[in-house]
């Protein structure tokens, strides 16, 4: 097995340490500092990602394209 194939073992951390990691987060807030892309490629980066994961990927419209055929199979054949 090569170590890409290998599950990844996940990091258990103390409560205290998780606890002490919080209170920094939540004194830090972060959250209020991100801006998300500004130049033009970050932004289309940013416009990308649901193509390859999301609503967007290769399976979810291979799966669109089949239901759009049956649908059309199915009216053609109660519409006669």
């Known amino acids: 097995m090569t170590n890409a194939n290998k599950p990844k073992k996940r ?3 103390p409560p205290k340490y998780r606890e002490e990691r919080a209170r920094l987060i939540r004194k830090t ?3 209020e500092k991100t801006t998300g892309p500004r130049t033009p490629a970050g932004k289309a980066a940013a416009a990308r ?3 390859k994961h999301g609503l967007r990927s290769a399976e979810v419209a ?3 394209r ?6 059309a199979r199915l009216k ?3 519409h006669g």
Not at 66 to 71: G, M, S, T, Y
């Open 11 to 13: 990091r258990v951390y």
């Open 29 to 31: 807030r972060p959250w």
């Open 76 to 78: 053609s054949l109660t």
């Open 49 to 51: 990602n649901a193509r």
């Open 62 to 64: 291979e799966l669109r």
């Open 66 to 71: 089949v239901l759009r055929a049956h649908a």
